[in-house]
């Protein structure tokens, strides 16, 4: 008679397979074709096997709670008006983090940073692959890695609907949301009109004094406002509306 395992196995098996089960659904857009592509390779990297040692299982999740918490959805909930003429059209979304060795010097989660444009002159019906292949290149010429943006404090806001890019960034300084403008624009094949850029800095705000509170009975400190940090390109998703899952065009370790 075989012999019963013990709780620490049943725990065991319990955890592989719960674990396995997030890093599927977190990558089932990945098909046997795409097993050798960043992702596919990440998702292997990430399934735990019965051999694996308790150090190794340990690193695998450290490793998928680390991505999970550092790909969230990014989607704007647009009003009836803009939802009715643009929502539907495909949508890039950048998705831009600050590398973890500095986040760690100063004590803090990564900063992120999120810039999406609309693909006006392109519908879910009419966009190709050959097109997203040109994206995907635009993307790696128009932004190498060693291309840092400069998140900052002072408010620009962007808003040309024909182009598709009506957006809020946050920058230390004017030359670096122009740059960052026109590398977006540029991927697809679009030039700024700097009548569209407004500036706001908000003088009468204090954003570098940290603000602490209780919490459940302890004094915390809060996160600043707008903190300043170089973040660096780690993902494109392109939206298509329709599909239930979108197209990675770019992802990066960061």
């Not at 009836?80 to 643009?86: A, G, L, T």
């Not at 040109?134 to 040309?160: A, H, W």
Request: a positive charge; glycine letters at 4%; charged letters at 30%.
């Amino acid at each position: 008679m075989a012999q019963a395992p013990t709780q620490f196995e049943r725990l065991q098996g319990t955890y592989i397979r719960l674990h396995n089960n997030r890093v599927n659904q977190l990558f089932r857009d990945i098909s046997a074709q795409q097993a050798t592509s960043p992702r596919g390779l990440l998702r292997a990297d990430l399934i735990i096997i019965d051999n694996d040692t308790f150090q190794l299982m340990t690193l695998k999740t450290m490793l998928l709670n680390d991505y999970i918490d550092n790909e969230r959805n990014y989607y704007a909930m647009p009003t009836e008006q803009y939802h009715r003429e643009v929502a539907l059209q495909p949508q890039l979304v950048f998705n831009f983090v600050e590398k973890q060795s500095t986040a760690n010097t100063f004590k803090r989660r990564r900063v992120e940073m999120r810039f999406g444009i609309r693909l006006m002159d392109k519908t879910r019906k009419t966009i190709t692959e050959i097109y997203i292949s040109e994206l995907e290149r635009e993307i790696k010429v128009n932004f190498p890695k060693t291309y840092g943006y400069d998140k900052g404090k002072i408010c620009f806001s962007y808003r040309d609907k024909e182009k598709g890019l009506e957006s809020k960034l946050y920058s230390k300084a004017e030359v670096e949301a122009k740059e960052l403008i026109t590398k977006v624009l540029k991927v697809v094949d679009k030039i700024p009109d700097w009548d569209y850029l407004t500036k706001s800095e908000y003088t009468d705000k204090n954003l570098t004094t940290p603000k602490f509170e209780t919490i459940l009975g302890k004094r915390t400190k809060l996160p600043i406002q707008r903190p300043t940090a170089t973040v660096y390109l780690k993902r494109v998703e392109l939206k298509i509306g329709g599909l239930l899952e979108d197209r990675i065009l770019l992802d990066r370790y960061v």
